[in-house]
Structure formats: structure tokens, C-alpha cells
């Protein structure tokens, strides 16, 4: 066994904490330890895979608020909010671009280098070999490029290794998915990745987004570490149980949405739950995205909210539990469906309902929905048993092989090795970030894509 590591990973929302744990539980596994930092909401702290990792030996988990005064992660706090993406579209947004002028970088950068020397001085004693990681970031994220910036730099001082580890996968295999996005040039928000030494992704896919802006020996395409048969095992051992019943000849079907930020037809998506809730002995569960799900019109519709077969999923179940408790799942392209393609239940690529092409429908075209009749004739297959083997087998092992298994099936070790590695080479930054008080991250972004493309 190798000689014990450290490793310090910030969370920051439920999907990282989904797709890192597993190789936290790796990492502790192989005899390591680690500091687990919490940036996003407090309540964070009870959700049952932080729950699964305090028990684990070797691990430490705290709130970032925890751990600097009061007044200073006030600061914090409020720098975050100041130079979040989505203030500055609202009507106040010239007030706070006004407020970031007055409030500069060189005032911002006292607060945000204080916080990172004590979190990384906590973890970390000088001459220790350690990585520090983060999971995908995006100049679009919620906690503040500027900080995240600061933080592997000062990592980097250490001569401590940085690692950006996935929150997801990559449910699209095209690219004009959003609202606004017209252009098929390279998205220069994927650019902040070239502040860490190493950016790993679950399969080729995800790594085609970053690849403008990185080299090859920056990225590893390495699996998906929430899909493996090796973190699925585990996972069924200590998930919470579910709330959800199953009873008599009821046909069950999951409709789970995805962020409001993606290009989704909201009439015929409210016209197709309709068409399900009009089967007989047909439940619809439909599961809103666990960030900013509140924003859909959908969740809101009172035609929806009065069917009474069709019920809107309370946070508190999740994920796992509907894909149990399904007979079909409707999905707008979200990578959540992976884990029941993997158990061969039914998953429905419903393409027609968003701008995107899925990647289910992409690997199994068999799976696809096109138009309101497809919706109609494979429920009312399936409802009566008449579908018969889902799944075209060899798509479906395609499809396993390319995007959750690309470099074999025994993906949890690769990224423990991963890690490994980076703490033993400690700092390494990537040739084309060039950290600099004066030299701001948009600029950075545009180096980056200047020397790629």
C-alpha cells in the first residue's frame, strides 16, 4: 500500500456530492485520509452521503462558515453573491457592475486570499504532499471564480497538487442546448478548467467541451465514478429507504426535468404529462431538477398539479428511489437515467420535448421519442406488456462500454491513482494559466483559447 495521502475536497451542491463520494470512499479505502469542506448550503451537512462519509475514518466535514470568523465569511458571502453570473442579468445589474468597479479586485483579493491560506493551512502543514479538489467549475458557477482561483493558487504555493473531478456526465451529445447559445464556437465558460493541473472527465464526451482549452496530458477521460458497479454495490447498502409504495397493477412511470438554464419546450412537455395521466392505472412522478427546480413552469402548472394520478416529487426523495420504484422512465436528457440503463429499465429519450440531441438516443436510438404519436404507442406498449426486450443489447453495451467505462470497468482505482499521482508531483500548472494580480480570469480565458485553436 502506498504511503498515507492527504487530499482536501471542496462540495458545493448535491450533484458533486454525488458523483465525489465514491471516490472519496475510494480514497479512504485505499488507506488515506481527508478534509471535506462544504460550500454551499449548511443543510448540505445532513444529506445522506455526507452522512455515509463522517463515519468513515480518516475523513474531517465542516462548512466552510465553520471555519473563519463570522465577519470575515461575511465577506465572503457577500463577494460571492456580488460577483454571481445571474445577479448581474436582473434589472439591478448595472447597480452591480457599478458596485464591482468600486469594490475591485485588489480589495476583493484580501478576503478571498484569507480564506483559502486558512482552510489550506488547516488541512495542510508546510512540506506536506497533498491535492486539493474541486469538482467542474465554469465561469457560470455559483461560488466565485476569483476565489477558486485564489485557492489553487495558493495550493500551488504549497506546492500542493489541484484536481477538478466531475459533478455529472454528459447527457447531450450536441452542443446548443441552452437558452441564448447560437454559435457552435467552442464555450468559453469550460475555460476555467485550465486553472487546475488536471481536469478528469467520465468519458469523451464530457472531454470534447474542454478541449479547446486544454491539452491532452491536462485531461483524463477516466469513467464514471457514480456509475460503476463497484459504488452502485455500496450505494444500495446505506441509501435511505423510500417513501414510495407499490401497489397492485399500477403502471409507474418517472419524468425527471432538468435545469430551467437548458432549451425545454414547456407546452408539449405539460401536453405529453397529460397524455400519461390519461392511461388507467397509470402514477406519473414528476422529480424537478435538485437546483432551481422551483423555476419551472411545470412544477407550478395548476392544470398539472390537479390530475390525480400525477404527483410533483418533494426534495426528500431521491433520485434513487424513483429509479427503484419505475416501470418507465421519461427523461429530457439528464445523466440521471444512466444508473437505469445499467439495470436495463426502461428509459424513454423524450429529444422532442428539448434543442438537444440526448446521449441515450445518440448510443440507443431505439430509445427515442419523436414526436407526440412515439410518446403515445411505446406507454401504451409497455402499459400492456407488449414491448417485449426493451433494450438492442449491443447499443446498450456500447453505450456502457464509451460512457461509463471507457477505461474499463474498475473505474474507482483510477481516480484514487489519479489523485495519487497529483499529490506526489504536487503543483504542475497548466502551460497556458499564468496566475497574475493584474492579468484577469476573462483574459485568461482568452489565452487559453488563442493557444488551442
Known sequence: MNLSMKALFFLRHYNDIDHITPVISKWIETGHSCDIVLIGKHRLLSDYRIEFLKKLDG??????????????FLKWRLQTILLATSLQRLFIGPLVRAAIRYYDAERRETVWRSTADRILQRSFKEGDKGVVVFDWLTKNSPICIEWIEQVVSRAHAMELGTVSLPHGDSPHSTQLIRHREWNLAPDASFSAACIFDKLVVPNDLCARRFRPFLDDRSIAV??????????????????????????????????????????IFWEEVTEVVCLIAAFPDTMLVIKPHTRGGWRQSLTGNAAVRRLRNVIIAADDIHSIHLMNWADLIIDLATSVVFEAVKAKKPVLAADYLHAGRSALAHYMPETELKCRDDVYRRIKSLVSGSDGTFYVEHHRERFIKEMLHPAGPDVLPLYVSLLEAQARAGAQPSPHYHPSNDFSMDTQRDQCLSNQL
Not at 59 to 72: C, G, K, N, Q, S
Open 59 to 72: 475523513v474531517r466535514i465542516a462548512h466552510i462558515r465553520d471555519l473563519i470568523p463570522a465577519r470575515e
Open 222 to 263: 477516466l469513467g464514471s465514478p457514480r456509475y460503476c458497479d463497484e459504488w452502485l454495490a455500496k450505494l444500495a447498502t446505506f441509501a435511505p429507504a423510500s417513501s414510495l409504495s407499490r401497489s397492485g397493477r399500477q403502471f409507474r412511470v418517472v419524468m425527471f426535468l432538468r435545469k430551467n438554464d437548458f432549451t
